[in-house]
């Protein structure tokens, strides 16, 4: 990297890089400049109770949808950044779940961890599926961290049509969904399920 410069800091930065790079057939590129949608790493959870066979996800307000769909309130995995110092990712995806849905989760197993868009930002996401007890679960949440969150649960056998029908169109749950749909007996087994 030959320069960084930071001509936005506000609820997010966004840092001007002055690089090269080598190229495929040896030798190095020009300097380019390239902007940087700077993240911390975030986390996110798909609950799932396996003896009711259900999942979790929430509904809220996301201002990137405005102009792609008919509604900017998005159906999506319990999701955070990484604020706080120190703290791993398993442990800030459980203070989300409190906050987000009321949840206390148990196992925790990864799913992936990826960047969501590694041409304009350094976000890195881990994802997790949640053991989760549902019984009771759903309403809305967050308006202590001035945010408005509404936690649904439905069976995780409607899933595809879910998937199908294109609620869902952001990548983390997409992912989740999908890899719950391959796993689901796996953790069955594990977590007690039907």
Known sequence: MLARETPFQGFFRVDTLTLRHKHYNGGWGEPVRRELFVRPPAAAVLP????????????????????????????????GIADKDGESAADLIRREAVEEAGLTLGTLEPIAAYMP???????????????????GAGGIFGPDEGEDIRAVTM????????????????????????????????????????
């Open 48 to 79: 799932y109770d396996p003896v009711r066979g259900e999942i979790l996800l929430v509904e809220q307000f996301r201002v990137g949808a405005l102009e792609w769909r008919d509604t900017p309130w998005c159906l999506e995995l319990i999701a």
């Open 117 to 135: 868009s590694p041409g304009g930002t350094n976000e890195r996401l881990q994802l997790f599926v949640g053991h989760a007890d549902l019984a």
């Open 155 to 194: 069976s995780a056998d409607d899933i595809p049509a879910l998937l199908n029908g294109g609620q869902v169109d952001n990548a983390a749950s997409l992912i989740a969904l999908q890899w719950l749909l391959l796993n689901r007996a796996r953790l069955d087994a594990g977590w007690g399920g039907k």
